[in-house]
């Protein structure tokens, strides 16, 4: 149980463009979804967190326009990053919470790749 | 403010003998701890937890211990298997807002 997957999980975009991430947890309900980014070598950093049906809230320093974040079912949340450049290169994380756990749950992750 | 710390970026271990992998926070208000392990190029994977209230939970080769006056918790493999290498992340919890320590490379030689 408690699996959540990601798609895609490479994408290659050119500057510019907006590329949209989906995160979903597949056997159970998520009341609360993060996402997070990896520089390499680096820990994750925690960009923002959703709650279905209410906006996200964001990390001091992430733009919340660049990076739009949708939470609208208990099962789906999206990250759309607008106008990508090619230092939104990276590997961005999700992960969703069952309702009244403490534990998160992780998804593959994405590697996005702007050229 | 980095509220949760991992101050070995690394760790060399060899197979059958014991890891340790330390983290230390800074708010007392942290109430459940959590440790995560991360292969490359793929999510973390919950590896075992602990609540503020106790001082230590096992789950097979994995002992997490608390030590709540000192702010600082640990986790213990062992044996060290091969295929425990991973970079190792601790994380705290506390009202709704979970933060990561900067993980801990651990290499465990055949």
């Known amino acids: 149980g408690a699996v959540v997957s990601q798609h895609p999980s490479r994408v290659i975009c050119k500057s510019g463009t907006s590329v949209k991430i989906e995160c979903r947890s597949l056997?159970?309900?998520?009341?609360?979804m993060f996402w997070y980014r990896q520089f390499p070598k680096q820990s994750l950093m925690l960009m923002a967190t959703?709650?279905?049906?209410?906006?996200?809230?964001?990390e001091q320093g992430v733009e919340k326009d660049k990076f739009l974040i949708n939470h609208a079912s208990l099962t789906l949340s999206t990250l759309t990053v607008t106008s990508a450049h090619p230092e939104d290169s990276s590997f961005y994380i999700c992960?969703?919470?069952?309702?009244?756990?403490?534990?998160?749950?992780f998804g593959p992750g994405t590697r996005l790749t702007v050229t | 403010d980095q509220q949760v710390k991992q101050n070995s970026p690394s760790l060399s271990v060899q197979e059958g003998r014991i890891s340790i992998l330390n983290c230390d926070y800074t708010n007392s208000m942290f109430d459940y701890f959590l440790w995560y392990k991360k292969y490359p190029a793929e999510g973390p994977t919950f590896l075992i937890s602990?609540?503020?209230?106790?001082d230590k939970n096992e789950d097979g080769r994995f002992t997490v211990f608390l030590n709540k006056s000192a702010k600082h918790l640990s986790l213990h493999i062992v044996p060290s298997q091969p295929g425990d290498s991973a970079v190792y992340f601790c994380a705290a919890y506390n009202n709704n807002d979970m933060r990561f320590g900067a993980g801990t490379r651990l290499t465990v030689k055949p």
């Open positions: 959703s709650n279905e049906g209410s906006k996200a809230t964001y």
């Open positions: 056997d159970f309900q998520a009341t609360t």
């Open positions: 602990i609540s503020s209230i106790k």
């Open positions: 992960s969703a919470r069952p309702a009244g756990a403490y534990e998160q749950y």
